[in-house]
Nanobody
Framework: QVQLVESGGGLVQTGGSLRLSCTASGRSFTNYAMGWFRQAPGKEREFVAAVTWNGAGTYYGDSLKGRFTISRNYAEPTMSLQMNSLIPEDTAVYYC????????????????WGQGTQVTVSS
């Protein structure tokens, strides 16, 4: 059974940092891109960042690059999202996802999803 499990969410003040982690299991993820999405109350799930299967290529949603950093070791089924300079607008449930092949910003392209971890940024 394929599972993606997120960890590291929590409550932080504006300007603070959090590091999210995602671990995938249940199959080989060697050829899988992995990504982060987030969903705030009343809003659609949006792309945050993605990383290629070998960790060499990283991609970010608009306005997030520079504050967020996604990382993954070569072909490993784990990845992290370092979030700095957090603002209240970053408050959302953050989801880890995986897809076969190249990265994508489209949530529909991802086959496997975690249950999500809550990130709350207080003002």
């Amino acid at each position: 059974q394929v599972q993606l499990v997120e960890s590291g969410g929590g409550l932080v003040q504006t300007g603070g940092s959090l590091r999210l982690s995602c671990t995938a299991s249940g199959r080989s993820f060697t050829n899988y891109a992995m990504g982060w999405f987030r969903q705030a109350p009343g809003k659609e799930r949006e792309f945050v960042a993605a990383v290629t299967w070998n960790g060499a290529g990283t991609y970010y949603g608009d306005s997030l690059k520079g504050r967020f950093t996604i990382s993954r070791n070569y072909a490993e089924p784990t990845m992290s999202l370092q979030m700095n300079s957090l603002i209240p607008e970053d408050t959302a449930v953050y989801y880890c996802a995986a897809k076969l092949g190249v990265v994508s910003e489209a949530r529909i392209a991802y086959r496997y999803w975690g249950q999500g971890t809550q990130v709350t940024v207080s003002s």
